[in-house]
């Protein structure tokens, strides 16, 4: 079956106007994650969804970066009023259960440039 | 503490050799410990996962190695290739702990 998609693959945006980020996760997958990848960077853990529970959104960096889950199914991160410290690789991941000990699954990830 | 710390940041291996990456974690009730392989331009996807029960797994030409009252973990690549070349993520994580907490990444090249 298809793996975890997102889009765009790339986008490039001016500082100051906001983004959405899409992730299309694995079928029947029921727990999501977004991670941040900076370069030279690991992977920063932004927020997960579990089902129809409440989000953690512990790992968001301000206010300015927001997501959601539509139907247990496709997820969209959105920043607004970007900064140029935005610049990274956007990863969607998603498992089977919401545990830290399931496989997770990653997309290609979005590339967001902020000039 | 949730931190992963990994190194080396960077390592060169000639063709046959072996690679070896390293991890350290502080919180004891970690009891999961993948490791990520990332190509360019791709995520990052499962190579190999230890449990604490064990010292050592192996799968093919990668083996992890446990030391628990170290707190530390490592990959072996064995007869490295070429087609290894690609940036490695160890991560943690527990059960009931729904994230995986990543190291900073190695970017292993292997020359021929």
């Known amino acids: 079956g298809a793996g975890v998609s997102q889009s765009p693959s790339n986008k490039v945006t001016e500082k100051g106007k906001d983004v959405e980020l899409r992730c299309d996760p694995i079928s029947g997958h029921t727990a999501l994650y977004w991670y941040r990848q900076s370069l030279g960077q690991g992977l920063e853990f932004l927020i997960y969804?579990?089902?129809?529970?409440?989000?953690?959104k512990s790992g968001l960096p301000s206010d300015r970066f927001s997501a959601e889950r539509t139907g247990g199914s496709v997820s969209t991160l959105t920043i607004q009023r970007t900064q140029q410290e935005d610049s990274a690789v956007y990863l969607c991941a998603s498992s089977v259960r919401t545990s830290g000990t399931d496989t997770q699954y990653f997309g290609p990830g979005t590339r967001l440039t902020v000039l | 503490q949730q931190q992963v710390k990994q190194s080396p940041q960077s390592l060169i291996v000639q063709k046959g050799g072996i690679s070896i990456i390293n991890c350290a974690y502080e919180n004891t009730a970690f009891d999961y410990f993948p490791w990520y392989q990332q190509f360019p331009g791709k995520g990052p996807a499962l190579l190999i996962a230890?449990?604490?029960?064990?010292s050592e797994k192996k799968e093919g030409r990668f083996t992890i190695s446990f030391n628990k009252s170290a707190k530390q973990f490592s990959l072996h690549i064995m007869d490295s290739q070429p087609g290894d070349s690609a940036t490695y993520f160890c991560a943690a994580s527990y059960v009931g702990y729904e994230k995986l907490t990543f190291g900073t990444g190695t970017r292993l090249t292997i020359i021929p």
């Open positions: 969804f579990q089902g129809n529970s409440a989000p953690d």
């Open positions: 230890i449990r604490p029960d064990v």
